[in-house]
Each structure stands twice: as structure tokens, then as C-alpha cells.
């Protein structure tokens, strides 16, 4: 395969996930979120034509949900952009590290986050959280055990290094997850979008990913 072949293939992958992330994005507003407004707004124009009188407990009701789409709307912001972006690389990784320890409580996060860390632009931070995003869905077996994942981020003069360690339950799985193709695409992707680089190292049942640039 040519280096341009490889270029190729590399952001094709890369613009297949980030489109298929959007995707199910809008799935999920028009089958939860949109739903449930359409649902509101035709009970409140019953209660209009009919000119019903609401009682109190109608109106918390409806409070109630109206207040619910904020916590909702506000996840589904972070999800596709962390508030911080702009601020904080460290604050905009705690927040997406925050959406996978709340959905998969078996994982074991130890994280390591500077307080204070270098301008990026909004553009770099967006690769890199949805590289270290990519790598943790490739890399993490489809199993319940308990798994302990370690993430550092630290700055040394002008490099940047993101180190992503995962302790695997057994060697075959290691070597799985360490050998999928998806893995050349992510590190092609990484090198060509940030001008980064990227390996892998491993050692008895550890795997560490380093993602410098």
C-alpha cells in the first residue's frame, strides 16, 4: 500500500466514525427528545381548546418535565462538545472520561489531569478527545470484569503526551486488542490531523497507548 493509499484509507475511517457518531446523535433527538416535546405541547393545546383550568399539580407536572430537558439537552452538549473545549483540554477530557464511568461502572478509571495546561486550539482539542474516545471503544474487551484503565496527561517543554494504560484479564486478550486494524487507522489518523505521533507498548498483561504532539 502507497502512503497516499494509506492517507486515504486512514481519514475515510476517521470521517466514517465521526459521521456515524452524528448520526446516532439526531437518532436519539428524534426518538427521545423530540418526541417528548411533541408529546408536551399536545397535551397544552388540548388544555387549550378545551379551556380547562390547570391545577397545581397538573402545572408541576409539567414543570417537571419541561425542567428535564435541561440535564438532557446539557448531556447531549457534552457529548458532541464539552463547554470547556475553549478552556481546558484537561477539563474537556474529565467530561467525556465522566459519560463512560457513569455508563460502564465495571471500568476503573485512575485519571491524572494537570490544573493547568497549554492553550490548544478548539480544533487540536476536538481530535484529541475524539482520538482518545475512538481508543477506548477499540481497545476495551466486551467483557463485565473489572478493568483498570490509567489516563495521563502531561506537557514536557513544547510536546504534549496523552498515555492511555489498560490492564487486560488475560493474554489472548491483549493481544486482540492490541493487534485490530482499527488501531493503524486511529494512529494515521492522529499523525495526519495533528502532526502527531503515536505507539503502543506492552508488557505481561499491561498495553499503554502514547499520543504525543
Not at 4 to 24: D, G, H, N, P, V
Not at 33 to 61: C, F, P, Y
Not at 118 to 123: L, N
Request: net charge negative; with cysteine; aromatic share 10%.
Amino acid at each position: 500500500m502507497t502512503v497516499e493509499q494509506k492517507i486515504q484509507q486512514a481519514l475515510k475511517w476517521w470521517t466514517y466514525r465521526q459521521s456515524i457518531k452524528l448520526f446516532l446523535e439526531a437518532e436519539n433527538i428524534r426518538d427521545g427528545l423530540l418526541q417528548e416535546l411533541l408529546t408536551i405541547r399536545r397535551d397544552l393545546e388540548l388544555l387549550a381548546i378545551d379551556k380547562l383550568n390547570l391545577s397545581v399539580a397538573q402545572m408541576r407536572e409539567y414543570l417537571l418535565k419541561i425542567e428535564q430537558f435541561y440535564p438532557s439537552l446539557q448531556k447531549l452538549s457534552d457529548r458532541l462538545c464539552p463547554v470547556s473545549i475553549q478552556d481546558s483540554l484537561p477539563l474537556s477530557i474529565e467530561s467525556l472520561l465522566e459519560i463512560w464511568i457513569t455508563s460502564k461502572p465495571h471500568l476503573c478509571f485512575h485519571i491524572n489531569l494537570p490544573a493547568y495546561w497549554r492553550h490548544e486550539s478548539v480544533e487540536s482539542s476536538l481530535v484529541i478527545l475524539r482520538t482518545l474516545e475512538e481508543l477506548l471503544t477499540i481497545i476495551l474487551p466486551e467483557l463485565l470484569t473489572p478493568i483498570v484503565i490509567e489516563i495521563n496527561l502531561k506537557q514536557e517543554i513544547n510536546i504534549a503526551q496523552l498515555t492511555v494504560q489498560l490492564t487486560y484479564p488475560d493474554i489472548s486478550t491483549l493481544i486482540f486488542h492490541t493487534s485490530l486494524p482499527e488501531l493503524e487507522y486511529l494512529y494515521d489518523s492522529f499523525q495526519i490531523l495533528l502532526s502527531g505521533q503515536c505507539f503502543c507498548q506492552s508488557q505481561n498483561l499491561k498495553a499503554a497507548w502514547h499520543f504525543l504532539w
